[in-house]
C-alpha cells in the first residue's frame, strides 16, 4: 500500500475540513433533504460521521492503553444510534460533528508511535495495526463529503487520496469482481466506489455497468 500514517492523517483532517464546509450552511430544510445515500437525509449522515469519530476514537484509546474496545456494540446499536441522532437539530449535530471530530483528531495527534503498531478491530471485524485508523477515518470524511451533496464531487479529492481509495477497495472488492475500466481518474474512483459516475467505460468501449455499494 503506497500511503503512509502522516498521509493518512492529513486526509483526515482535509476531509473533517470538506465535511465542516459542507455543513457549515445547511438551514432546517437542508439538514432535512437527501443526502446521496440511500434512504438517508444528511441528518442521518452527519449524525453518522459524528458517531463514527467516536467509534474510532474508541480503538485509539484501545491502542492506547491496551484495554478492548470496540467501535460498535453490535450493528443494530450502530443503526439505533444513527436514528436517535438524525432526530437532532441542524445546530446540534453541526456541534457533535465539530466536537467529535476535535477529540478524535487530538487523540490521534497524541498516540505514541509504539501504539500505532498495537492491533486494534474493525467494525467489519477485521484485525489491523493502529496505524490503519487515520486512513478508516480519512475514508469516511472524505468520501461522505461527497455522499452529503452539497457539491463536493471526487474531483475535489486530493489526487494521492483517490489513488489510495482505488487501490483499497480493488483489495476489499477482489480484483476479479472489479471489471477493467477506463475514465478520468476522479470518475473511475466514483464507480469503484459505487457512487454515481459519468464517462466510466470497459474495454468494448461500452459504459461500465455499476458496482454493488461499498462503505
Ligand atoms: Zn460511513
Not at 77 to 87: C, H, L, S, V, W
Request: aromatic share 6%.
Amino acid at each position: 500500500m503506497s500511503r503512509t500514517l502522516a498521509q493518512a492523517l492529513a486526509w483526515s483532517a482535509e476531509g473533517t475540513e470538506l465535511c465542516g464546509k459542507a455543513i457549515a450552511g445547511l438551514d432546517a430544510a437542508g439538514y432535512g433533504a437527501p443526502c446521496g445515500l440511500d434512504g438517508w437525509t444528511r441528518r442521518h449522515l452527519v449524525a453518522h460521521l459524528a458517531a463514527n469519530a467516536e467509534a474510532i476514537g474508541r480503538l485509539v484509546s484501545w491502542a492506547r492503553t491496551g484495554t478492548e474496545q470496540r467501535m460498535y456494540s453490535s450493528p443494530e446499536q450502530r443503526r439505533a444510534d444513527i436514528e436517535a441522532g438524525a432526530r437532532r437539530s441542524g445546530p446540534e449535530l453541526s456541534a457533535w460533528f465539530e466536537r467529535s471530530a476535535r477529540e478524535l483528531a487530538a487523540a490521534m495527534a497524541a498516540l505514541p508511535d509504539r501504539a500505532w503498531r498495537a492491533e486494534v478491530v474493525t467494525a467489519q471485524g477485521r484485525t489491523v495495526p493502529a496505524a490503519e485508523i487515520p486512513w478508516m477515518r480519512s475514508r469516511e470524511v472524505m468520501v461522505h463529503a461527497v455522499d452529503l451533496a452539497t457539491g463536493v464531487t471526487f474531483a475535489d479529492l486530493p489526487a494521492g487520496f483517490r489513488a489510495a481509495l482505488r487501490a483499497d477497495i480493488v483489495a476489499k472488492r477482489g480484483a476479479g469482481n472489479v471489471p477493467a475500466v477506463s475514465g478520468p481518474d476522479a470518475e473511475v474512483t466514483a464507480y469503484l466506489a459505487g457512487r454515481p459516475y459519468s464517462g466510466v467505460t470497459t474495454a468494448d468501449g461500452t459504459l461500465a455497468p455499476s458496482l454493488p455499494p461499498w462503505l
